[in-house]
């Protein structure tokens, strides 16, 4: 059984560019939550997808946007990079929502 | 707005000793309980989970106790293993809906 993938591991941007993190979902998973890990920090939920559709949101802006794909992989795009968006960014799924989720092993994200 | 508490940032213990770890929570809708595990470089892996109707789940060497009336769940390791050192964060939800995570205790067992 394949576990969450991402992609990819690391990742170095200037302010004000636009970037495209990656999730390939454990198989038979159809819930996708994205995370927002800074330094010493738990993770913070960004958002959530059930069977392609947005399930719930966190306190992020709009330039903080997602997508989940008919075989439940996931996108999540960041527009206008602010320094304070350098982070850890992790991806979860889970067999069905309100289940354990099981995780990625993350992308870093640096902005520079 | 913290949602949910992990106070003790650290904590170390002898190898075969208990480890007890703690959580605060804030909001008493919340009714899904979890603990996760993160080795570095690693994501987190989920541990071990309790739902608001039961008061105690065990699992091997971890169980995990909820109260409600005091907003409080912890994790016991017994006997507590050297492979046991990472951080443990605690995370909280309302079901089907976004998972709150502390900030997590970071766990040293010594040999």
């Known amino acids: 059984e394949t576990g969450v993938t991402q992609s990819p591991t690391h990742l170095i941007k200037t302010r004000g560019q636009q970037v495209t993190l990656r999730c390939s979902s454990q198989?038979?998973?159809?819930?996708v939550s994205w995370y927002q890990q800074a330094l010493g920090q738990g993770p913070q939920f960004i958002f959530q997808?059930?069977?392609?559709?947005?399930?719930g949101r966190g306190n992020f802006p709009p330039r903080f946007s997602g997508l989940q794909f008919p075989n439940y992989s996931s996108e999540l795009n960041v527009n206008a990079l602010e320094l304070d968006d350098s982070a850890l960014y992790l991806c979860?799924?889970?067999?069905?929502?309100?289940?354990?989720?099981?995780f990625g092993d993350g992308t870093r994200l640096s902005i520079l | 707005d913290q949602q949910v508490k992990q106070n003790s940032p650290s904590l170390s213990v002898q190898e075969g000793r208990i480890s007890i770890l703690n959580c605060d929570y804030t909001?008493?809708?919340?009714?899904?309980f979890l603990w996760y595990k993160k080795y570095p470089a690693e994501g987190p892996t989920f541990l071990i989970s309790?739902?608001?109707?039961?008061d105690k789940n065990e699992d091997g060497r971890f169980t995990v106790f909820l109260n409600k009336s005091a907003k409080h769940l912890s994790l016991h390791i017994v006997p507590s293993q050297p492979g046991d050192s990472a951080v443990y964060f605690c995370?909280?939800?309302?079901?089907?809906?976004?998972?709150?995570f502390g900030t997590g205790t970071s766990l040293t067992v010594i040999p």
């Open positions: 909001n008493s809708m919340f009714d899904y």
């Open positions: 979860a799924s889970s067999f069905d929502r309100g289940e354990p989720q099981h």
């Open positions: 309790i739902s608001s109707i039961k």
């Open positions: 995370a909280v939800a309302n079901t089907g809906n976004q998972f709150y």
């Open positions: 997808y059930y069977r392609e559709e947005e399930n």
């Open positions: 198989s038979g998973h159809n819930t």
